[in-house]
């Protein structure tokens, strides 16, 4: 059993702010400035008809922080003619924070959409002499956007974003992704067949206008967009092996 504490912090790290979030945040500053915070990403022209252009290329982000707790347990013993093994691995984040520019102040992301508070992850696994089986679940934290984005509306603009986030979804419950393998191993060749999402599970949806998103679902690494899928690998090992044959 091993229990790690992590703190990391980015500095420069290159993403995408997102356009439908440096609008907002632009209007939404109570320092409010043109040329200070998000606004830096939005021009205005000057003439007629005074068009409003928003950057959204890929930006330094001046810093970005993840702090949290991994558990890891790992068991294994003889079992029948074979043996067993359990690995699990549980994080739980206590901070997921970030900020655009090197004067801004930090956003508390934990918990919001793409930043679970929770992941999870259980690998069981049985060998008998040239077989391995194996079964494992991915799972995720149910997250929600609500608090993030109230906790950025002043108090001129809290009526009105409490009713737009009245008209929309931004919670999704927890979220389980299963699969399963079989790999058969010798000396010179290996063949392992199997399945992911086993049980076809779709990522959760949600509403537009605040996150970027994969047709209704939440654009995050650990959902998957394709479904179910079967696979066959083989790996065969050729030319001579160490005894010189």
């Given at each position: 059993?091993?229990?790690d504490y992590f703190d990391i912090e980015i500095?420069?790290?290159?993403?995408?702010?997102?356009?439908?979030?440096?609008?907002?945040?632009?209007?939404?500053?109570?320092?409010?400035?043109?040329?200070?915070?998000?606004?830096?990403?939005?021009?205005?022209?000057?003439?007629?008809?005074?068009?409003?252009?928003?950057?959204?290329?890929?930006?330094?982000?001046?810093?970005?922080?993840?702090?949290?707790?991994?558990?890891?347990?790992?068991?294994?013993?003889?079992?029948?003619?074979?043996?067993?093994?359990?690995?699990?691995?549980?994080?739980?984040?206590?901070?997921q924070a970030n900020k655009l520019f090197e004067?801004?102040?930090?956003?508390?992301?934990?918990?919001?959409?793409?930043?679970?508070?929770?992941?999870?992850?259980l690998v069981l696994s049985y060998s008998l002499?040239?077989?391995?089986?194996?079964?494992?679940?991915?799972?995720?934290?149910?997250?929600?956007?609500?608090?993030?984005?109230?906790?950025?509306?002043?108090?001129?603009?809290?009526?009105?974003?409490?009713?737009?986030?009245?008209?929309?979804?931004?919670?999704?419950?927890?979220?389980?992704?299963?699969?399963?393998?079989?790999?058969?191993?010798?000396?010179?060749?290996?063949?392992?067949?199997?399945?992911?999402?086993?049980?076809?599970?779709?990522?959760?949806?949600?509403?537009?206008?605040?996150?970027?998103?994969?047709?209704?679902?939440?654009?995050?690494?650990?959902?998957?967009?394709?479904?179910?899928?079967?696979?066959?690998?083989?790996?065969?090992?050729?030319?001579?092996?160490?005894?010189?044959?």
């Open positions: 059993m091993a229990i500095d420069n790290g290159v993403d995408q702010a997102g356009t439908l979030n440096i609008l907002p945040r632009c209007y939404d500053d109570p320092q409010f400035a043109t040329d200070s915070g998000f606004c830096k990403l939005v021009t205005r022209g000057t003439a007629f008809p005074y068009q409003l252009t928003v950057s959204n290329a890929y930006t330094n982000i001046a810093t970005q922080i993840a702090e949290g707790i991994d558990y890891t347990i790992r068991f294994e013993r003889d079992l029948g003619p074979g043996s067993v093994r359990v690995n699990a691995l549980a994080t739980r984040y206590l901070s004067d801004d102040t930090l956003d508390e992301l934990n918990g919001s959409l793409n930043n679970p508070q929770n992941t999870a992850n002499r040239n077989w391995r089986f194996l079964w494992g679940v991915d799972w995720i934290d149910d997250m929600e956007s609500y608090t993030v984005i109230l906790a950025d509306a002043t108090a001129a603009t809290l009526a009105s974003t409490q009713l737009a986030l009245a008209q929309r979804d931004l919670a999704v419950g927890d979220y389980q992704k299963h699969y399963m393998s079989v790999r058969y191993t010798t000396d010179r060749w290996q063949v392992t067949g199997g399945m992911r999402n086993v049980f076809d599970q779709e990522p959760p949806t949600i509403s537009q206008g605040f996150h970027n998103r994969v047709g209704n679902a939440p654009l995050y690494s650990g959902y998957d967009y394709f479904g179910r899928e079967a696979f066959v690998q083989a790996v065969f090992q050729l030319g001579m092996n160490g005894g010189g044959n």
